[in-house]
């Protein structure tokens, strides 16, 4: 679970990067640590000769002990005792107890505690996963809690699997690295393939930071759909115009998973949410496509927020759901979108739910917060004439999100379509004013 | 292949992404390293003038950008520039040009890069920055049975933005380190 803390955040070392442990002064530290990561009783021999490596790059280490089966076959700095203590059991009862999934479901909380301990401290400036199956789930939890641009680099023959890999790569700079042969046998060649992670690794940790470019832009995230381009495309233009720059993020759940993300770590000075639907979905169905925690993170933060229903007129559903059968009975509207996907519309009672949940979450806000509706549409789909046009269902989300909402969230009724010029410019007014009376 | 030590071969579509291609070489050059840059894109003209050009990729797949362009086979193109830029790729290898390679792509042009870097022998420094390594199963058609390392950059390599300069700055550190750290 997240917290609400802005994490040390790529964005307090200005436009650097985070090259140096926080506090360390103006010159980067000689010595940089960085994490490994591996289940010694397999790996230990993999893990001993990244950490020689390491140091004769002028890396230090801090070697975290995954493993649970057998006795480590190198020094650790971390054991997995105190792994599994911070996972919250006792090390010799995951070993009796021979569950697998309780045993790995332990040490990926301790290793991503500790690792996050670590992050807190301001004391790794990247880490290295050495792992087989087994550790590369474990590994990619704890490598995920360090923001962007410290390196996280996993060495796992899961690379090249047909498996899971957008689970270990994650919603942050993941790198991963195929091995070729099990990297607990050790040969020439994955020894020179762990080389190639060590210096990736050293080459980041050691490097000096970019090139500073003058003054730091305040950065803006949007989202984006295909049906609300050409509102975000203009509000884009327009605060880029007035000198911000735009970071903008396709609304596809992983997509709102990674802005989110991207606020949580403080690299974000200010949010226009143009599209909003997986939230929508997300409420309606008991899923969370785009975060458990979508529409509240910019406002835990503080962080100057404007957002527009865009998309909340569209369920996506996969072929088979049930909610196409409903609409091909003639109780929802829809639209084809492709073989695979069709979108359907909510009703109108639906619709004023979500209105309720959004404004309940937009309600907890603690900085300046919007919600700019377009009253003739909320996406290229529900404007007149379109397919999932339906006026009374957009007013019906109009009336929950008043009914609930808290009087300090701006709200604004614009006589225009999500992407008509004019509501475009509304939306980027009202953000430009939330952002002055911030100031 | 002193020469070719801290030389490295970038790989890519300039005309989609040649100011992220043009940045990453500014990054190399002061890290001490050299680029190579062999231009993979189809459709338009880059911004710079690479070291190896698009046609030279196309005809070392025995055809040309000017049949590539009017052919209207866009799988067919793809192909082709597959073939040719992990032929130019490995050719620089075995000549001691170069000793690493990297690239930054989206669909398309990782499509291309993967199948470059994977032309090089297994040990040799290969870096893949792609949009798509977090989708689906998005690593393991970029890897194969090769060890190309794969990048996330969370975001869409388009416009040098500040994140885009992170994950940029840290593709060319990471490689240059590769060829750094690599026989010590």
Known sequence: ?439 | MTEGIRSIALVGTLDTKGNEFAFLKELIKELGGRAVVVDTGIIGDPPFTPDVCADDVARAAGTSLTQLRAGGDKAGAIGAMQTGSAAIVRRLYDEGQISAAVSLGGGQGTLIASAALRALPPGVPKLMVSTVAAVGTGVSHIVGDSDVMVTSPVVDISGLNSLARIIIANAARAIMGMVTFADS
């Open chain 1, 1 to 439: 679970m997240p917290s609400r803390e802005r994490e040390d955040a790529v964005s307090d070392h200005d436009d650097s990067l985070p090259n140096r442990p926080s506090g360390s002064g103006e010159q980067p530290s000689h010595s940089p640590t960085v994490a490994v990561i591996g289940t010694l009783d397999t790996k230990g021999p993999a893990v001993s000769f990244a950490v020689e490596r390491l140091r004769a790059a002028g890396v230090l280490t801090i070697v975290i002990d995954t493993g649970i089966l057998g006795a480590p076959r190198a020094q650790a700095d971390i054991s997995a005792a105190e792994v599994a203590r911070r996972g919250g059991t006792d090390l010799a009862e995951l070993r009796r107890s021979r569950d697998r999934e309780r045993a790995a479901a332990t040490m990926t909380a301790g290793a991503a505690a500790i690792v996050t301990d670590l992050r807190d401290r301001g004391v790794v400036r990247g880490a290295l996963c050495l792992a087989g199956r087994w550790g590369t789930q474990i590994g990619a939890a704890a490598l995920q809690t360090l923001p962007i641009g410290i390196p996280k680099i996993m060495v796992s023959t899961l690379a090249s699997a047909d498996g899971a890999t957008a689970a270990v790569m994650g919603i942050r700079d993941m790198t991963m690295l195929n091995p070729i042969t099990s990297i607990g046998i050790e040969t020439e060649l994955s020894r020179r393939i762990i080389a190639n992670a060590v210096g990736a690794l050293a080459g980041i940790a050691t490097g000096p930071g970019l090139p500073s470019g003058g003054d730091r832009t305040s950065r803006i995230a949007q989202t984006m759909f295909g049906v609300t381009t050409r509102c975000a495309t203009r509000v884009r233009e327009r605060l880029e115009a007035s000198g911000f720059e735009v970071l903008t993020f396709a609304a596809t759940g992983i997509g709102d998973q990674a802005m989110e993300d991207m606020v949580q770590q403080g690299f974000i000075d200010g949010v226009v949410d143009v599209t909003i639907s997986q939230a929508g979905i997300g409420f309606l169905r008991g899923t969370a496509p785009g975060g458990s925690q979508r529409l509240e993170i910019a406002g835990a933060l503080g962080i100057p927020q404007a957002v527009a229903p865009g998309g909340l007129d569209i369920i996506v559903c996969q072929a088979g759901d049930p909610l196409i059968a409903e609409a091909e009975q003639g109780r929802r509207l829809m639209h084809k979108h492709s073989p695979a996907l069709t979108d359907v519309r909510p009703t109108a009672e639906e619709s004023w739910r979500v209105g309720r949940e959004i404004a309940r979450r937009l309600s907890t806000a603690r900085g300046p917060t919007a919600m700019v509706i377009p009253l003739r549409g909320f996406s290229e789909y529900s404007v007149p004439g379109g397919p999932l046009y339906d006026a009374e269902c957009d007013m019906a989300f109009v009336a929950g999100f008043r009914k609930y909402v808290a009087p300090f969230v701006r709200l604004r009724e614009i006589d225009a379509a999500i992407n008509d010029r004019e509501f475009a410019d509304e939306l980027t007014a009202t953000f430009l004013e939330l952002t002055r009376s911030q100031a």
